[in-house]
């Protein structure tokens, strides 16, 4: 069609579209309200699109044309002048009874990004010009009055325009509210609606101030973010959501289910729905899919605290719009949600601070001992208690990248409150420090014992608050029982010898207790760690040598003969072999190593050297 009309006809008779269009429409709503604003800018379009179907109709090559050759071409032009990105993904026209369908997508509507730009996110759709151009061009080629509704729109915070199209007898009752914004109406019709209007609006308004009312005074009560959240459904009969940035449910009213959101859809669409928040701090309006291919409207509003997004404060609906009252409310909400958040994370952050501030006192300070365990107590922590030292220790991948940069000091902060809701979780009372690159635990004997292992207690712990962790390498050491409050420096120490020494193992280990070093843990130091470890090959070295070439067993034998301190059935009855062999391989042993096992000093001697390749990851015994 484009050799038909030249390009001077097509801007005459299209409608505006870009930064005059934008200008326009600001205009038009802050003077007439948007409602009388709709309807001029619908009607306009109408125009619009008439008179380009009388100018084709105009040309001689008109008669040639068929229907679907006219809508399909008609939409292509505007899409060309006006950079919508149309696509038709229906057509049904019958030339002969006139019926008419079609339904498609505007995915770059500048009247829609330029409302969004000046009004924000509506709650309606906002392509009145488009829906108004595209209707009064199908209608003047067809004879037959045809609406175009959009059912999707950008400027309400759906991913793109989507509109349906038919004659206005097959809308039947659903077009009823739009037919009279494309009727004409006199100045005295116009002040009628223009006074409902504000009647309807001082109600909505009046109804948001009630609302708005109440919700401080829910803070100021004392009712806590869960308070406020069923407050807030009780009013607006909506299920009621906060999350953090990685939409992880922080608080939720009864009624929401468990419902697992795509993790596509996750990965994808929410990290773009963040950084749009970052830059607009606006409320927005999304189709949310979940994983079991559900799909509901989340009307969104950002939660800032400190000038940093904290998490989003979202409406849940299953079926319909959200009216206006919905958006006013749900930034008042989402602003007094973030005061109660920043109070429960100001009293949590302050409470744990001096729990940290008072046991770095106690590591470092000759402060007397029972102002600090009096402290403590006040603070909710029995520093008395038998209890272990976790020392988890924190290292970048890279070894290149700097430690102390803000990204690792919000790695800690964010580990060190998992730490707390990891615990809380257990009603276990917890104390934590923090170090450089690493985070000193205390951890009750009385929680220990609730797992089977000491080690795997530490397990559970790496589990709950670095799950999940690409950014770190994070080893645990963990301190001998301390019975007293005296001992607690003794357990640092331990625990830090015991992250040293998982330093030195071949085999990369996560967790390990300093029981678990042995005897060999009592003098062993990293300054004296070289020389243990020369001194182990000197006496184990050809041992080893001779189990790989000839597939013997001499060094299993060993450990468990010094396990077993130096019983010779018990070695032959774990070992499953005959007491003869047990002796052979004894002495065979120490003709290859060159120590007599018969004495002390041999004895303790060969114990030191299997400790140390044990603790190198040299060797396995299972």
């Known amino acids: 069609m484009t050799n038909i009309i030249n390009s001077d006809e097509m801007i005459k008779y299209l409608p505006e579209s870009g ?29 619009c699109g008439e008179k380009f179907s009388e100018l084709l109709k105009s040309k001689d090559e008109y008669s040639s044309l068929t229907l679907e050759d006219l809508f399909l071409s008609g939409s292509q032009i505007h899409g060309l002048t006006a950079d919508l990105g149309i696509s038709v993904t229906k057509l049904v026209v019958d030339p002969d009874t006139k019926d008419y369908f079609s339904e498609g997508y505007w995915k770059y509507s500048q009247e829609a990004e330029k409302h969004i730009e000046h009004f924000g996110f509506s709650y309606e759709p906002v392509c009145f010009t488009l829906t108004g151009y595209a209707g009064g ?9 045809v609406i175009f509704k959009e059912v999707e729109c950008k400027g309400k915070g759906d991913p793109y325009c989507r509109w349906i199209a038919k004659p206005v007898a097959d809308w039947a009752e659903e077009i009823m509210d739009e037919l009279p914004y494309y009727q004409e109406e006199n100045l005295g019709q116009e002040l009628d609606n223009a006074f409902k209007r504000i009647e ?6 009046k109804r948001a101030l009630q609302i708005s009312e109440k919700l401080p005074n829910a803070i100021l009560n004392g009712s806590g973010l869960q308070g406020l959240i069923t ?21 939720a009213s009864s009624s929401v289910k468990n419902d ?4 596509d859809f996750v990965n994808k669409e929410l990290k773009k729905m963040i950084q749009s928040t970052l830059h607009s701090k606006k409320t927005i309006l999304l189709k949310v899919p979940t994983a079991e291919n559900e799909v509901y409207s989340r009307l969104i509003s950002p939660i800032f605290l400190r000038n940093k997004l904290f998490g989003f404060l979202s409406f849940i609906k299953k079926t319909g719009d959200f009216s206006e009252l919905d958006y006013l409310l749900i930034e008042r909400a989402s602003s007094v949600s973030a005061i109660q958040i920043l109070n429960e994370t100001s009293a949590f952050e302050n409470e744990h601070r001096l729990k940290e501030e008072l046991l770095n006192v106690l590591f470092q300070s000759d402060i007397p001992q029972a102002d600090i365990i009096y402290r403590l107590k006040l603070a909710g922590y029995n520093i008395e208690q038998p209890q272990y030292v976790y020392l988890f220790h924190l290292n970048k991948h890279d070894p290149k990248e700097q430690l102390l940069d803000e990204a690792f000091i919000e790695f800690k902060k964010s580990a060190v ?76 120490g331990e625990a830090q010898k015991t992250i040293s020494m998982m330093s030195f193992s071949k085999n990369p280990m996560k967790i390990k207790s300093y029981k678990e070093l042995g005897a060999i843990a009592k003098f062993i130091e990293p300054d004296n760690f ?50 003869g062999s047990a002796r052979y391989r004894l002495t065979r042993i120490q003709e290859i190593g060159g120590f007599d096992l018969s004495t002390s000093q041999g004895f303790f001697d060969a ?5 140390v390749f044990l603790l190198l990851g040299l060797i396995e015994i299972s």
């Open 19 to 47: 930064q005059l269009l934008g200008t326009l429409r600001k205009n038009l709503i802050s003077a007439l309200g948007m409602d009388r604003a709709k309807g001029f800018l619908l009607r306009y379009g109408w125009d």
């Open 137 to 145: 061009y199908v209608s003047s080629i067809l004879g037959r009055q």
């Open 200 to 205: 309807e609006q001082k109600d909505v308004f």
């Open 231 to 251: 407050l807030i459904e009780k009013e607006m009969n909506y299920p009621v959501i906060i999350e953090n940035i990685q939409f992880e449910r922080i608080e």
């Open 260 to 263: 697992n959101l795509n993790p």
């Open 417 to 492: 409150d998992r730490f707390y809701k990891a615990l809380d979780q257990q009603n276990v009372k917890g104390v934590l420090a923090t170090r450089f690159n690493q985070i000193i635990v205390l951890i009750s004997e009385e929680f220990v014992r609730t797992f089977p292992s000491l080690v795997s207690s530490g397990a559970w712990l790496l589990d709950q608050v670095f799950a999940g962790n690409t950014e770190m390498d994070i080893t645990l050491g963990i301190s001998a029982l301390c019975n007293k409050v005296e001992e607690l420096n003794r357990g640092l």
């Open 530 to 579: 070289s020389e243990l470890t020369l001194f182990a090959h000197e006496l184990l070295d050809d041992i080893m040598a001779y189990d790989q070439k000839y597939g013997a067993d001499l060094f299993h034998t060993l450990y468990c003969y010094l396990e077993n301190n130096g019983h010779m059935k018990n070695t032959a009855k774990e070992m499953h072999i005959s007491l």
């Open 607 to 611: 114990h030191v050297a299997v400790q």
